[in-house]
């Protein structure tokens, strides 16, 4: 595998100071030199600047909505140069609001990619519904052509396109949506898996049905969104949002393990680590140590061997 990783130490999705730091602790816990001791070759591309906008206005709920737009201009340059360069690309967050650039980045090079949604949360809410208008709930609203019509104009978003549909998205681990949130996902008939269907089908069924609703039968390039929320506290409690009944770290694994065995994966973003969110260094070095398992798994890291 030849993989590209970019650092975005960016928290202007949300509230919570620490997520910037996200990168930094990824690499010090050593994914590059873990990704390339199991054969990939890697190119750091660094930490992009992602500074606050000067005299940057709320809109409505929306806080910092010119430093949130710009931060993802640049971040969707930045992955544009990636798959240029015929890599992989791993985005590290910083706040799963970064997902606007790193998807709207790689569309640009794969128009018909599709998107794997992995978090507890649907992240689809609009600036208009959003509860707390933080804008890391709201990236796939921005993403989707069915629902252009319900995103106002904002400062700095207008560079912004809507690059999928809802046939194009399969979300996994959902266990802690807003209401208008639900009846977005359920009116646009976005497939999604939560914990209920988890327990149901378990995780083997579902990364079947992914495949067979995304690409199994016509090949395209996957983007995978991870939010490490999406694990169990109790395995990754230093971020944000945390949700219980979340996925084991075992479940949390093979969802990158069968996205690997693909041989599509063409960019991933590894969201929402916290630091500052951990109690104790256990529950920093728990947290941090799950999100570089991911990465590798998606990269070829097998527990087969
Ligand atoms: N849906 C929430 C949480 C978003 C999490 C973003 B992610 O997935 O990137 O971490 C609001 C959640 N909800 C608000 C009311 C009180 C309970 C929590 C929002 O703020 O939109
Ligand atoms: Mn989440
Ligand atoms: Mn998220
Ligand atoms: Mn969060």
Same mark, same amino acid.
């Given at each position: 595998h030849s993989v590209g990783i970019i650092g975005a130490p960016f928290s202007r999705g949300q509230r919570k100071g620490g997520v910037e730091k996200g990168p930094d602790y990824i690499r010090t816990a050593g994914l590059i030199e873990k990704l390339q001791a199991q054969g990939c070759q890697v190119k750091d591309y660094g930490n992009l600047k992602l500074d606050d906008v000067p005299n940057d206005e709320p809109f409505g709920k929306v806080r910092m909505p010119k430093t949130v737009g710009l931060a993802n201009q640049r971040l969707a340059d930045a992955v544009h140069t990636v798959k240029k360069e015929g890599r992989a690309c791993v985005v590290l967050g910083g706040d799963h609001s970064l997902a606007i650039g790193s998807i709207l980045g790689h569309a640009r090079s794969q128009r018909d990619l599709c998107l794997v949604w992995v978090d507890a949360h649907a992240d689809i809410n609009t600036p208009l519904t959003s509860p707390t208008g933080n804008v890391h709930g709201q990236p796939v609203s921005y993403l989707l052509k069915e629902l252009q019509s319900k995103i106002p104009v904002m400062p700095g978003f207008s560079w912004i396109k809507p690059c999928i549909t809802a046939k194009d998205i399969v979300y996994i681990g959902l266990r802690d949506l807003d209401p208008e949130e639900h009846y977005i996902v359920k009116n646009l008939g976005i497939k999604s898996f939560s914990m209920t269907e988890l327990d149901r089908l378990g995780m083997g069924r579902v990364m079947e049905e992914t495949s067979d609703h995304l690409f199994s039968k016509v090949k395209r390039p996957?983007? *995978?969104?991870?939010?490490?929320? &999406? *694990?169990?506290? *109790?395995?990754?409690? &230093?971020?944000?949002?945390? &949700?219980?009944?979340? *996925?084991?770290?075992?479940?949390?694994?093979?969802? &990158?393990?069968?996205?690997?065995?693909?041989?599509?994966?063409?960019?991933?973003?590894?969201?929402?680590?916290n630091p500052s969110r951990g109690k104790t260094e256990e529950e920093i070095r728990s947290t941090v140590n799950a999100a570089v398992s991911v990465v590798l798994s998606c990269f070829g890291q097998a527990r087969e061997g």
């Open positions: 996957i983007h *995978l969104s991870y939010d490490i929320d &999406a *694990l169990d506290p *109790l395995v990754a409690p &230093a971020t944000g949002t945390p &949700a219980i009944g979340g *996925l084991t770290y075992r479940e949390g694994i093979y969802v &990158a393990e069968e996205i690997c065995k693909t041989g599509l994966l063409s960019a991933v973003d590894l969201v929402e680590v």
